[in-house]
């Protein structure tokens, strides 16, 4: 099993620097570069403090040129916010300047207050169409002199310009949950990407067992790679662990609240959650981080990789997203590579 980080910039209170916010995430890349992590991840989103990562490809070619061997992955790319054309040519791009380091991961998108104010009227299940759409398009255009008329896109004859450097282009990653998302990425001969958000290793079992099920529809494809990516925290002691599953289970508050769209927003910074209302959440608690979570100390963080290693995971990100101090980011990341990642060599 191969080990990637997944991260981005957040910015949560109006005081921070967003330059110094930027300067540490690129310091956690380099981390990961020198530790022999495989890729580093990181996603679109457009008006949220809370992930700013307006276009993944300009970070990923920023990152190229301060890394050496880093795989470089969109985590994702949202797919209705892009036309095929565009796609097809920036990344293209992008996998030139980076000598064939890019991974393409794409998906419908996850929150509301992004379509409203990209593609107004837009739900999950339109986005996740443009999706089916958009990837046979961005593949087709890779090989050239492509024709489209479909649903949302009509175009005449064209070729990406630039082609990537990657035969056949760089690799596309879905990021998928239903079976009809496995299915969909399978068919297409693209990777899958799974993100489990509150049950725990139940859904970790699940997810893969709707990803086999896939593969086994499509027999004549080759069986594709899949990526779990989960929040990890490597503790230092047990009183770490407890901290950690505090400060994790206030982003998930906030992710939760960024995802019911309906707190009041100022300045890309949703209005505060009280300790009473963490405290009342339905199903986000510490002690649902720290049971569905991966965190722990090192020998714990290691057993419960080598289960999902077990199932047939290709790939584990560890999601460092977390609203941490850089200091609690970097120890603990510091600690991955240097006590867990070692047990899987």
């Given at each position: 099993m191969k080990f990637s980080l997944f991260a981005h910039m957040e910015r949560i209170s109006a005081e921070q620097d967003q330059r110094r916010i930027y300067d540490e995430f690129l310091a956690l890349c380099r981390i990961a570069d020198e530790g022999g992590m495989h890729a580093i991840w990181t996603g679109e989103h457009h008006?949220?403090?809370?992930?700013?990562?307006?276009?993944?490809?300009i970070s990923l070619v920023d990152i190229a040129r301060q890394t050496r061997n880093l795989r470089l992955g969109t985590g994702t790319v949202i797919a209705p916010f892009w036309h095929p054309i565009r796609l097809a040519g920036e990344a293209a791009m992008v996998d030139i300047i980076t000598d064939g380091r890019l991974e393409l991961g794409i998906a419908r998108g996850a929150y509301n207050f992004e379509y409203e104010r990209?593609?107004?009227g837009l739900d999950a299940w339109g986005a996740g169409q443009r999706m089916r759409e958009l990837i046979p398009a961005v593949k087709a255009l890779w090989k050239g002199d492509y024709t489209h008329e479909g649903e949302f896109y009509t175009f005449p004859k064209t070729t990406s310009a630039p082609q990537p450097v990657q035969p056949g282009g760089p690799p596309i990653w879905v990021a998928a949950r239903d079976p009809n998302s496995h299915e969909f990425a399978v068919s297409q001969g693209?990777?899958?990407?799974?993100?489990?958000?509150?049950?725990?290793?139940?859904?970790?079992?699940?997810?893969?067992?709707t990803f086999k099920a896939a593969c086994q529809k499509y027999p004549d494809q080759p069986r594709p790679r899949i990526m779990l990516l989960q929040h990890t925290y490597v503790a230092d002691s047990p009183a770490d662990v407890k901290v950690a599953a505090q400060e994790l289970n206030r982003f998930y508050c906030y992710f939760g609240a960024w995802f019911m769209n309906k707190r009041e927003i100022e300045q890309g910074l949703?209005?505060?959650?009280?300790?009473?209302?963490?405290?009342?959440h339905p199903f986000y608690s510490p002690e649902a981080m720290e049971r569905d979570l991966v965190i722990g100390e090192p020998q714990d963080v290691i057993r419960r990789l080598k289960h999902y290693e077990a199932l047939g995971y290709d790939e584990y990100a560890f999601w460092i997203d977390s609203s941490m101090t850089f200091a609690r980011k970097k120890a603990s990341l510091q600690r991955f590579i240097a006590e867990v990642m070692p047990a899987f060599q």
């Open positions: 008006g949220m403090n809370f992930t700013i990562a307006p276009n993944p490809l990209l593609l107004p693209c990777n899958v990407q799974v993100t489990p958000l509150w049950k725990g290793e139940e859904e970790i079992a699940f997810l893969m067992e949703i209005a505060p959650l009280s300790d009473a209302e963490i405290a009342a």
